[in-house]
């Protein structure tokens, strides 16, 4: 069966989905959607607010978060920040993602990432900064096959942890993922 993956903002109408979501993470020990399931209406609130610089502090940097969906059924997300400060320059960059814990190792990491790429095209930035933590095997593999290039590795004092830093560039359309015809998807 083709599947045929979107993109899509997160909206009431999937309070259900999104539910069901969050307890993955739950069921999995992964406390990552546990406010936003407790408080679904405020996360809405925030995600909209997010988006624009006006609403926030000085110190955050507006972004919108996608979520990949399969019909109804959500996959993953994807935060997309239209610009870096000093802190995302070393950790963070401009995206960040996560997928579903009983959807891991069947491409969709890989896939979300491609997909925000188009967003990213449209948006008109020309590179884009990702990082991730250098033990993270997997997501060091979906930054490689979006055509992420090494950049350096930094030592957060912090966390007390090395990140490592790659950059896409985003101007070619010479994307690996971009090109690749092994996932069937699309964006909206
Ligand atoms: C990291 C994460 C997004 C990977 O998602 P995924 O859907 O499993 O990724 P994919 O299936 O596309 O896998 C991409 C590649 O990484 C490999 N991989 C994925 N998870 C792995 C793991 N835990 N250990 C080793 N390799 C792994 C896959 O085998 C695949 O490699 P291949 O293409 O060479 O076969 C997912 O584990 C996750 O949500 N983790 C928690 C949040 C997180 O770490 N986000 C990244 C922050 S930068």
Known sequence: MI?????IELKSDLKEAFLDFANDYENSGENRYLTAKNHFDEFLEKLSTGKKKENLPPEFVPGI?????????????I???????NNLEKEGGHIGYDIRPS???RGYGTLILKLVLEKVIE???????ITCDSDNIGSKRIIEKNGGIFIDEVFIDISKKNVSRFKIILTSNKNTALNS?????TSE
């Not at 978060?65 to 997300?77: A, E, N």
């Not at 935060?79 to 400060?85: A, K, T």
Request: positive net charge; charged residues 35%.
């Open 3 to 7: 599947k045929i993956m979107r993109l």
């Open 65 to 77: 978060q996608y979520f990949m969906v399969d019909g109804k059924r959500i996959l993953g997300s």
């Open 79 to 85: 935060r997309f920040r239209f610009y870096l400060n």
């Open 103 to 105: 959807e891991r190792r």
């Open 123 to 129: 948006k008109g930035l020309k590179e884009i900064l």
């Open 181 to 185: 015809d092994s996932a069937n998807a």
